[in-house]
């Protein structure tokens, strides 16, 4: 992250979860992603399909 | 038997595909739109960053049509005149063409069932101020839009780099204002095309919506399983927004806008103003005013159309406290109520509530979303609409053999920044239902299995997928009509 975070405490953006250097790779992991295209797109197609009969 | 289809977006476009597909050549699908494109929407977001020029998200209709067989008119529907009149009992919509050979010569177009599908108006005006051409206030609702807001977008750019600070406002442009998905898609487009330029640390970028809490989408929020917790989307889009370095202000619905300053009320009834230099604010969205009238000319426009120009359909309209809204209250066929060969499909259709809980400001004025219907549930109401008016034509019956409510079918919601196989990056969201099952999910209000929420490569590449996918869909390619809604 750039350097713009100055005093952020006590401010709403202080406080929400921030990914992990572990995360954020995870995020780019060619294999990881992979598996998460497959898996996102079948949960999506579960979706379409029950959703009108 | 003559099918009249009103626009040609998402769910129209739909309907007439396979409205045609299923008729073939014994009846005729008639489909009228202002527009001579279709544009597939949810890419604009990519032209207003420059990512895609507009010819990349757009192609000619008539062209399609032809190949097809269905007869397409440039041109705007006036009036529904679902009776006829003195001279034919046939329902028929005077229509004013807006292509240019026939520019503004009006026409009577009958028909035996009728499909409104003509989206929203994209009602500016409801907001003093906003919009493309006041106040350089920019939209991405519309591909000349989005070009439009890139251009401005290219200023703001050459500003910060000549180290100028520069403040940016993206959201919602009205109190009630809906399509939060897009805005949100929008401001991260902006913060990462800036990270990517090094230009991040000038811009102060803001997030200014009508939600009582963010990650509200219009939709009440949802619940994911994330991080062996079962956690809202406030967190989710909290999160996002803080690690994009993006401000948020909620509870805001926005009143007015003047050069450089948008004034907004909040719920506890204050009077703010925010300043910008680039503002991007969704409008509110409203139908398109089209009257209605018997056979001898009367007004029967209630009988057809709600109050904000949303065609009335086979919900359940009855008042109720928000404690007493169920899934039952959600139109199934989508059918008029009093003319039975009057269907509304898409953004046309008027909601019977909001699916976020309405609020009122101290001062009594309404801030919330209004339910979201773009994208996915558009695409399926336009396909449900034509497979039930094909099968009425073909086995001369009333039945409806098919249903899609809001309170059964899901949605995904992918919101995508950069562009590439590896420099992308996307927020995956599905939900299902759109609009919560209190009955049937009783804790969440929705299936947990169905609904997720994912920050990866894989998003993007979803979004990118799903673009050239449903283009393809659109285009009528081979065995387009396999591909899912």
Redesign the interface.
Known sequence: MENLNKIRGYKDEFYPPMPTKTTKHLRTNFLVQLYKFFRLNYKIMRIVIKGHS | MDVLVLGAGVSGHTAAAFLKRKLGKKHNVIVVSPGAYYQWIPSNIWVGVGRMTIDNVRFKLARIYRKWGIDFRQAKALSIHPEGDDSSSRGYVTIEYTSADQKGSNENVEYDYLVNATGPKLNFEKTPGLGPGNNTTVSVCSYDHAAHAWEELQKVIEKLKRGEKQKIVIGTGHAMATCQGAAFEYAMNISFEL?KQ?L??LAEITWLTNEYEVGDFGMGGAFIKR?GYVTSTK?FA??V???N????IKRAGVQKVDQGKIHYETLDGDYKTIEYDFAMLIPAFSGHGIGAFDRKGNDITSRLFAGNGLMLVDADYQTRPFEEWTIQDWPTTYQNPNYDNIYAAGIAFAPPHSISKPMKSRNGTDIFPTPPRTG?PSG?IG??VAQNIAHRIRHQTDEHK???SMG?????CIISVGYGI?KG?GA?M?V??IVQDWEKYPQWGRDLN?T?G??????H??KLFLHYMFLHKAKGYPFWWLL??
């Open positions: 990270r090094k991040l640390h991080g967190i909290e999160s927004l803080a690690e370095n993006i401000n948020w996915m399926v396909k449900v098919h249903t899609a059964r079918m899901g949605a995904a590896r990056m995956t599905t299902s239902p169905a997720v994912e920050i990866g490569l894989a998003g590449w979803i899912p809604e």
